[in-house]
C-alpha cells in the first residue's frame, strides 16, 4: 500500500466528520418530532425547555470555536449574545422592518461581528490570563452601558412586544419557533463543521497546538485568530436574538460574565475541541438545572460535582468519553470478528 493511499485513509487528527448521514438524518427527524411527542405526553412545557436548549448550543458551539479549535479563553463571550439580544430588541420596539426576522437577525449577527471586530485586535495582542482578563473588561463594559441605557429599560431591561415576524411561519406558536430554532441551530453545525474541516479551520487548529511554528511557517496566526473571534461574535449574536424572542425580554443580564461562565462550563463538560462539544455541554446543563432546580435551590453543587467528575474522569469531556466508548466497542467488534 501506497504512502498516498495509507494518508488518504487515516483522518487527520484535527479532522472533525460527525455523525455520517444517516446519523444526522435520524438526528433532525428526532429532533423535528420532539414537540409533537412532547404534545402527545401532555408535556407542552418541555418544547420551551428544548428551544432554550438548542439556543444554548449555538451559543456554546460558538465559544468552542475560539475556545475548543482556537485556544483562547474568552471570558466574556456572552456580551455578544447579550448584544444580538438588544439589537433585536431596539429595532423590535422601533417598528417598521426592524420586526422581521429576516432584517433583525442578521444585523444581531452583524453588530455582535463588528463588537467582537473591536475587541479581538486589543485582546489577541496578549495572552493567558490577560487575554482572559482583557476579554472580561471589554464584558463588563458593555454589561455596565446596558445597564446605563435607560431608554432601552437600563437595569429592568428592554420587553419585546411580540416574537420576530418571518414570512409563511408564525413565529407566536411554539412549535413553529421550536422548528425556526432548530433550523438555526442545524445551519451552524452544518457551517461549523465545514469551516472546521477548511484549510482555515485546521490552520486554527494548528496555531492552538503550536503558535510558534506556525508563526515561523508563515502562517497569518493574527489574522486567523481575528477572524476566528468575530465569526464567533457573530453566531453568538444570533443566538441572542433567537434567546431574545424565546424570553419575550432583553437583560443586562444576558452579557453579565456569569452567563460567559456558563458557557465555559457547558464547553468544558462536553467537550472543548468536539464537534459536538457544545451541543452535548448545553444538554447535560441546562436539563441538570432543570430537572435539579425543582428539587433543591442548591442544584449548583451537584452540577459542580459532575463537572469535577467529568474532568478527572473524562479530560476530553463527554463528546471525548462517547467517542473513546464507541471506539472500543469497535475494537472489541473487530477483534470477535478476527
Known sequence: MSASTTSSATPLRLDH??????????????????????????????????TRVLIFAIAASSLNLILGFGGLVSFGHAAFMG??????????????????????????MAVSGCA?????????????????????????????????????????????????????????????FYLCVLACFAASMALLRRLLNS????????????????????APVFGLQCSAFILAGAQAGLAGALLANLNGLVSPQMLHWAQSGQLMVMVI?????????????AVVFLLLEELLSAYTLHWQLALGVLLLTVVMVAPQGLAGLLSGLRRRWTERGEGSHG
Not at 448521514?21 to 412545557?45: D, S
Not at 473588561?137 to 446596558?146: D, I
Open 199 to 218: 484549510p482555515f479551520g485546521l490552520l486554527l487548529q494548528g496555531v492552538r497546538e503550536n503558535e510558534s511554528r506556525l508563526r515561523a511557517l508563515g
Open 83 to 108: 448584544l444580538g439580544g438588544y439589537t433585536v430588541g431596539a429595532l423590535m420596539n422601533g417598528g417598521g422592518l426592524g420586526q422581521q426576522a429576516l432584517v433583525a437577525w442578521p444585523l444581531a
Open 269 to 281: 463538560l462536553g467537550g472543548a475541541g468536539a464537534l459536538w462539544g457544545g451541543p452535548l455541554g
Open 17 to 50: 466528520p460527525g455523525p455520517g448521514l444517516w446519523g444526522q438524518v435520524l438526528l433532525l427527524l428526532a429532533l423535528t418530532g420532539l414537540p409533537w411527542l412532547l404534545q402527545l405526553m401532555g408535556q407542552e412545557f418541555y418544547t420551551g425547555v428544548a
Open 116 to 176: 467582537a471586530g473591536l475587541v479581538a485586535p486589543v485582546a489577541l495582542r496578549t495572552r493567558g490570563v490577560y487575554f482572559i482578563m482583557i476579554t472580561l473588561a471589554f464584558a463588563q463594559m458593555f454589561y455596565y452601558l446596558a445597564v446605563s441605557l435607560k431608554a432601552y429599560g437600563g437595569d429592568d431591561g428592554l420587553p419585546l412586544p411580540q416574537r420576530s415576524l418571518l414570512p409563511g411561519v408564525d413565529l407566536k406558536d411554539d412549535n413553529s
